[in-house]
């Protein structure tokens, strides 16, 4: 009586272990065909990341099929659970639509490519590098080396920034707030020297405009505040994490030479004024 069990367990076992090896030895040949090709042929390898995972859904899909097929009992659950296309169907309809939902989303960002591997993106509150992309979901890594698991769908309702698309280059505003006393004219130069020095600042100007006397960080006064003047300077960096470390040392060279020049940097003031004068 068991020699039919140990037969299907045999055969079930096959199936098993063919699909993983199938799934592992295609995922490690996609790999070497990446790393070998893709730089010389100058393709995407998000589209392979996301071949790799359909490769390996398809496979286990074919085994669990296989599974069912060899093992009569199982083939007739599977033929009465078909055939009875009522509540269970409307019950799978709703727990794959979510699935089905994050399969498709998947399939147009590889086609339409609003970002790819190790682009920078920002979605909703994250920011971070694409890692990789599956069938169901995108991992990001962020600059917290954590990493962030959203839905295919869930993205693909969501407005995308993408630092890396077609040019990863940065112009970041940096604002610098000064008195109404200080000079206008030596804040800009101390700005601009500041900016112009920093390993990170990139040039931006074609030939033409660097004969014409164009400067390379442009700084504008772009606002007057209820104590301070409001000054943006204009710095352009090679990608978004150049250009916040940039940032993060500009303001304090900047305020370093503020400091050594007489440039005030103002800090909210308040008047208090008592209604009843306290007796002394």
């Known amino acids: ?12 076992g096959l ?19 990446i790393k070998k ?14 071949l790799k995972n359909a490769v390996s859904f398809i496979i286990y899909s ?8 060899t093992i009569p009992q199982l083939r007739a659950l599977g033929t009465t659970l078909f055939a009875s296309a009522g509540i269970l169907a409307a019950i799978l309809g709703f727990a794959s639509q979510a699935a089905f939902s994050n399969i498709i989303s998947g399939i147009f960002i590889v086609i339409f490519k609003p970002f790819r591997v190790d682009d920078i993106i920002e979605v909703g509150e994250f920011m971070g590098e694409v890692e990789d992309i599956t069938l169901r979901h995108t991992i990001i890594r962020d600059f ?11 993205i693909s309702a969501e407005n995308i920034k993408n630092s890396s698309i077609t040019d990863q280059r940065i112009n970041k505003r940096i604002f610098f707030g000064i ?4 000079d206008i004219e030596l804040a800009t130069k101390i700005i601009r020297e500041e900016a112009e020095k920093h390993p990170s600042c990139q040039e931006w100007r074609t030939s033409k405009q660097i004969e ?11 606002s007057f505040g209820d104590s301070s003047v409001n000054l943006r300077a204009n710095v352009w960096a090679a990608g978004p994490i150049e250009a916040f470390e940039m ?12 400091d050594a020049e007489g440039i005030e940097i103002p800090f909210p003031h308040r008047t208090l004024v008592y209604k009843n004068k306290p007796a002394s």
């Open 1 to 12: 009586m068991n020699q039919p069990f140990f037969k299907y367990a045999f055969v079930c």
């Open 15 to 33: 199936i098993i272990i063919g699909a993983i090896t199938t799934s592992t030895l295609l995922r490690k040949s996609l790999n070497l065909f």
């Open 37 to 50: 090709n893709s730089g010389s042929l100058r393709t995407d390898p998000t589209k392979y990341n996301f």
């Open 62 to 69: 074919g085994a669990l099929f296989g599974i069912f097929y």
């Open 144 to 154: 917290e080396n954590r990493r962030v698991i959203i839905p295919n769908s869930n």
């Open 179 to 182: 008195s109404y006393d200080s």
């Open 212 to 222: 014409q006397g164009e400067p390379k960080v442009y700084i504008r006064l772009v």
């Open 247 to 258: 940032e993060c040392d500009l303001n304090k060279s900047v305020k370093k030479r503020f």
